[in-house]
């Protein structure tokens, strides 16, 4: 039994098993983030052309969507195919760190006891074509 044992090389076994862990790191990293389509991306540029880069909640940009007179923020909301503040919430994490024809969407920092996340757009002033994924 001594012997079989003594045949494993645990470094090589410790490789077989990172190279797995980076596979499936890999396959997680690249699911599930970044715009679905192009509608996604303009909608980012209609957040920023209607609020700026002041701080949001997914509430409050759905509130604000249904009364402001300018309809192209609705239009985009409803063309990203959203109907609920909490599904303009996941969409907003999965762009999170994604720089869409120079914006980008961040999150506010907030305390762990508050229940919404806050949001804002960040405008790159430089390479304002450029649509990075988080990673890169």
Not at 40 to 56: H, K, T, W, Y
Not at 81 to 104: K, Q
Request: aromatic content about 4%; some cysteine.
């Amino acid at each position: 039994m001594r012997r079989a044992l003594a045949s494993i090389d645990p470094v090589a076994t410790l490789r077989v098993e990172l190279d797995a862990i980076r596979q499936r790191l890999t396959a997680l990293e690249a699911r599930g983030r970044g715009p679905r389509d192009r509608y996604d991306g303009a909608l980012v540029a209609e957040i920023a052309a209607a609020i700026g880069s002041r701080p949001f909640s997914a509430k409050q940009l759905m509130r604000h969507a249904a009364v402001d007179p300018d309809v192209r923020l609705r239009h985009a909301i409803q063309n990203a195919e959203i109907a609920t503040a909490r599904e303009l919430g996941r969409l907003l994490a999965r762009l999170t760190g994604c720089v869409l024809d120079g914006r980008e969407i961040r999150q506010v920092e907030t305390p762990r006891r508050q229940a919404q996340h806050v949001w804002f757009v960040f405008v790159h002033a430089l390479d304002a074509t450029r649509i990075d994924s988080p990673a890169s």
